[in-house]
Nanobody
Framework: QVQLVESGGGSVQAGGSLRLSCVASGLIFSINDMGWYRQVPGKEREMVGE???????NYGDSVNGRFTISRDSAKNSVSLQIHSLKLEDTAVYYC???????????????WGQGTQVTVTS
């Protein structure tokens, strides 16, 4: 019903920058909150940034001002700009969106497949 596809992951040296993008498609009537999360093996998924339909943002405590989330509601997309990458930013990054379907299915959170970000020294 809804597909979220992330792009932009890869390997980058510590101190570098990266931009992740995510596009949602399918039977979308509207999207409320969108966000980015990350997960490393053996740990819980961690919120790194969320953005409301109105553009209000919220960041995880570990971000420390290095991450910027933005969205283009016309394109059903959300991006995450990461600066000053650290080794501990290595994780699988997931896109999420709270979607109301055209079929009337109540608001539900959908997830992307994830994109690997590896920070090297």
């Amino acid at each position: 019903q809804v597909q979220l596809v992330e792009s932009g992951g890869g390997s980058v040296q510590a101190g570098g920058s990266l931009r992740l993008s995510c596009v949602a498609s399918g039977l979308i009537f509207s999207i409320n909150d969108m966000g980015w999360y990350r997960q490393v093996p053996g740990k819980e998924r961690e919120m790194v940034g969320e953005i409301t339909r109105g553009g209000r943002t919220n960041y995880g405590d570990s971000v420390n001002g290095r991450f910027t989330i933005s969205r283009d509601s016309a394109k059903n997309s959300v991006s995450l700009q990461i600066h000053s990458l650290k080794l501990e930013d290595t994780a699988v990054y997931y896109c999420a969106a709270d979607v109301l379907l055209t079929t009337g299915v109540p608001l539900k959170r959908y997830w992307g497949q994830g994109t690997q970000v590896t920070v090297t020294s």
